[in-house]
């Protein structure tokens, strides 16, 4: 029998010999019950049945039996928190982190690595399919991290009053409220930044409430302090590798880099193509991104400011769409409509989407191939994001050809 490691400070309790809760209990909220787990949701929720109830536990692997308690009840689905694992899978492991469970940063601690992977693969199978229609052989397998722990270049950690031990909490938002949890290190976290947790605790906030980026400089490249950059060094090779070999298998001789950040993608492409420009919004990224051109030797390519949807347009007339591809790695949250429209629009020969979020990643290209505009060729998931729920896809999407006149 196997558990999740207690909450920080407390100790572990010997299992109690007990027969195993009725699993057809009425639901509801407070019921005990035994199930066994059948599949992992995206997000990271093992998902069982009570009686013809979904229910989503956290911290579970398939073919585990657990006992949980319910502690959230809908009309089609229920939640529930795991009290112990009965038959636990042979691919759980101990997690390495002490606050794992209670922290919310990482929901996979508890599975070996390679599990990981494999359900990773097939979450993204599934949302492809489900959500963009696309066909399961689209999807590669995931190209794994070189570094499972210690791989974070950058974090956010929050102070929040602790009105029952009369001090700051300082760390992370806990997995189960908006509370946080009190942390002293982080185990996906650089090294170096821990350093840093240990230098905010010695120096704290003056109040509750307050928010701190930790980070690490990427070497080699400028980036203001509130710019994005990739948050793992350790897969950027993998990452950039994937990008430049669908940009030589399309063969357009022009890049537009839009939502750039301080170019690295442009910029580590550059020898590829004749010209190259990248588009970014916030003015302080290009600034950086003029100058990582210069420090790298990229001198066929531009920045410029504004929005892609603004500047896209007289790009793609001034390079010729059929001659260039548009790489695109928009927020968590996708592309705008407009975006995609525009891109359908003008035909660019290739897009290349570089996504943290499968699921709005699979409803942009859903429709970017809607109605014959582009197809897609391949997608290929990297775990920039070891131990989390989160993983980074990059997308292959050509021009369809045209549909043939009456």
Known sequence: MSSLPPPSGAQPEPPAVAPAPNPMADPVVGARGTLTIVDIAFGGEGVGRWGELAVFVPFVLVGEDVEVELVELKKRFARARLLRVL????????????????????????????????????????????????????????????????YRNRIMIRSQWDKFKQGLNIGFIRADNRLVVDIEDCQIAEPALNEQIRHTRAHPPPKGGIK??????????????????????????????????????????????????????????????ERFVGVELDQLAIKSARRNAAARGAANGEFVTGRAEEQLPALLARFSADATCVLIDPPRTGCLPESLALLRATRPRQIIYVSCHPATMARDLNLLCAEGGYELVLVVPVDNFPQTQHVECIADLRLAPAAPGP
């Open 87 to 150: 038959r636990p899978a042979p691919e759980r492991v101990t997690p390495r982190c002490r606050y794992f469970g209670d922290c919310g940063g990482c929901q996979y601690q508890h599975m070996d690595y390679a599990m990981q992977l494999r359900m990773k693969h097939k979450q993204i199978r599934d949302l492809f399919q489900r959500i963009g229609g696309f066909t399961e052989a689209v999807v590669a397998p995931v190209i794994p991290c070189p570094q499972p722990y210690g």
């Open 212 to 273: 701190v980026v930790l980070r690490i400089p990427p070497p080699g490249w400028e980036v203001p302090h509130d710019s994005f950059f990739q948050n793992n060094f350790h897969s950027l090779a993998d990452l950039v590798g994937v990008a430049r070999g669908f940009l030589q298998a399309g063969g357009a001789r022009f890049l537009v880099d839009v939502y750039c950040g301080v170019g690295f993608f442009g910029i580590e492409m550059a020898n590829l193509v």
